[in-house]
């Protein structure tokens, strides 16, 4: 008998090799962190491997899917790259009707966000689960602040009606691979993302946040109908 969490991660398996069949030999390619990212990049191995896509190369957004691109042969850029990205496909934890979403589930929303900047398509591939009508709805905005003064971050974000919790790893709190610190902050549905947006992106002590706004050109999304896409607009 499948499970319900074998179900998602069918849907997930799904939109994701649906997104991969956008990228073609010779690009530049942005490989996303997370279980959705993973299942495009293993396909991305596939197609590699049996020679179906040549000359490609990734750029990284996180250790564990440099650790995962290396295994399956994938050449990657160092972390000095420059230049355009032709296309990245990442996962995310909430998405709405105008494809803006809620990334950093798994701490690497600034280098995800660095990546989705310099690309110049960006695929959002997700389970229908994801979806929802206003971002906040179902997930926190985790916000990345630097370690000095992060309590003073704390309580600006209180201040802007967060619910704050710091977020926590084995042995104390986590930390991202920049070294700083992620507040995992319960605003409840968001009828105005980009004033919140604002507001922390003009703070000093704040690294970087998990709304992407009007950054994803494309939506793949599989569930029980079957996979979906569409474009922003």
Known sequence: MTTAGETRAA???QAAERAVELVGSGMVVGLGTGTTALFAIRRIGELLAA??????????????????????????VGDDWAGEIDIVI?????????????KGGGGALLREKIVA??????????????????????????????????????????????R???????????????????????????????????????RAGIVEHGLFLGLATDLVVAGPAGVAHRGRG
């Open 51 to 76: 020679g179906s896509l040549t000359d490609l190369v990734g750029v990284s957004t996180s250790a564990s899917t440099t650790a995962e691109a290396r295994r399956l042969g994938i050449p990657l």
């Open 90 to 102: 990442d996962g995310a934890d909430e998405v709405d009707p105008r494809l803006d979403v809620i």
């Open 117 to 162: 900047q310099a690309s110049r398509r960006r695929v959002i591939v997700v389970d229908d689960s994801k979806l929802s009508p206003l971002l906040g709805s179902r997930r926190h905005v985790p916000v990345e602040v630097t370690p000095f003064g992060w309590r003073a971050q704390q309580h600006y974000l209180e201040s802007l009606g967060a």
């Open 11 to 13: 849907y997930k398996r």
């Open 164 to 202: 704050v919790a710091p977020r926590a790893a084995p042995g104390g709190l986590f930390l991202t691979e920049a070294g700083n610190l992620i507040l995992d902050c319960a605003f409840g549905p968001l009828a105005e993302p980009e004033r919140l947006a604002a507001q922390l992106a003009a």
